[in-house]
DNA sequence: TCAAAAGTGTTTGGGTTACACCCATGG
DNA sequence: CCATGGGTGTAACCCAAACACTTTTGA
């Protein structure tokens, strides 16, 4: 039976762009390059690979996280010289990034690198910036489609807020009106009745997500698939 | 470490509608349901996930399977009583009815069953009915974005043809003109020079698909992520 | 002549993008 | 007054759906 791990992709926006959680290697392979969190499947104490990603999670960054996605497996029997065949199911999670993440057993260090910065694949560890590439896509497929996963962007929020978020996450700049009107018109957000936020000018709306509404109407099986 | 195995979702297209290839169980555990072909991993003859998936479509098939794309890994402590704990990566194939499969080892009969009568997951093993489902969206959005996987649809075909067929996969009636001008406007199809069909009525024009032309200017990365 | 294949044309509608404006407000 | 938040309106554009209608062709 091969040899199976974890990897997660995390992201977070910060300074004005879209970042990957990445942790030196102090160990070989690929010593002293960046590469995504990851460790090995415990069939002793996890239940599921979801269950897996939480704890690995726990263990490398000190937290569970939330809005966990399955990307992808990857498996061969090149692929990591520690054994004869290696198989890795990869994870991606949307964090803020003030919840802090403490590096824990076997990490040295954690940084948030801008993902633009390592499109080009060339420092990173195994085939990590294919995944990060792949995890980046699917991200921001959603963001343009004005889906912002739950807990990913902090609540309350302004729409100006909002918007520099999505523009953020995608690399562009996006029109006002119709950001705004999208916005709208979707259900996507609900404005908080009253509060607006002190600031130097005028200030602005709060709004924050519109719970999904579980229960409307006919959708029996599987209801929104996309 | 745990049990590693590859299950197949085989789709085609005959009778009007679409169809998944299933076996009846032999064996324990789901003995007499039907369920996916799959094999477990072998980490001395794979020399990577989809080859697993090669393999196994060989031996339980009879032969390799075209387009090949990898839908999800699902896994757990109790997802299959033949081991404390089971992994799948899932593959789905689209290939056409014709090209015969034989049953090999371990599998009794083979038989398609139109995805909608499984839609519901009552008898079949495992969770295989909900990775059909998965299969048959993916699939389904593919053609309503008039994406055909090379090697689907037999050659040549005329455009009445192509739209019987999506119409059979979507399980809906399209639009005559709506779908011929998609097909011409995207450089979906080429019009074969001269060639007809005879028939009872007027023949129709032979169409093949255009060839996706891998070289067309700039796309340097992950040519077209869609 | 029939029925299917193929083609032309028009209308409608949704959705997005891009503007040009307007007003409101706190410092 | 100024910069930002918030809003209205409009035009252009793309695409898909829907429908009417004509022409072509082999049997």
Same mark, same amino acid.
């Given at each position: 039976m091969p040899f199976v791990r974890t990897e997660l992709v995390v992201l977070c926006v910060t300074v004005g762009a879209l970042q990957v959680l990445l942790s030196r290697r102090e160990e070989e392979p690929h010593a002293g390059l960046l590469g995504l969190p990851g460790g090995v499947l415990r069939i002793d104490q996890d239940v599921s690979l979801e269950a897996a990603a939480q704890r690995v999670a726990r263990e490398r960054l000190g937290r569970e996280l939330p809005n966990l996605l399955q990307l992808c497996a990857v498996g061969g029997a090149? /692929?990591? +010289? /520690?054994?004869?065949w290696a198989l890795s199911v990869v994870y991606r999670s949307l964090v803020q990034p003030e919840l802090a993440v403490k590096p824990g057993k076997r990490v040295k260090s954690l940084e948030w690198v801008a993902v633009d910065k390592v499109s080009d694949g060339g420092d990173l560890a195994f085939d990590h910036a294919r995944l990060i590439a792949q995890a980046v896509d699917a991200t921001r497929e959603q963001v343009a489609a004005m889906e912002f996963p739950?807990?990913?962007? +902090?609540? +309350?929020?302004t729409l100006p807020q909002l918007q520099a978020f999505a523009e953020a996450v995608l690399g562009r700049a996006l029109d006002k009106v119709t950001f705004r009107r999208r916005a709208n018109t979707s259900d996507l957000v609900v404005a908080l009745e009253g509060q607006t936020r002190g600031g130097a000018f005028r200030p602005a709306q709060l709004y924050r997500f519109q719970k999904p509404s579980h229960a409307s109407g006919g959708g029996l099986l599987r209801p929104g698939a996309r």
């Open positions: 090149d /692929r990591d +010289p /520690r054994a004869p739950h807990g990913w962007v +902090p609540e +309350p929020f």
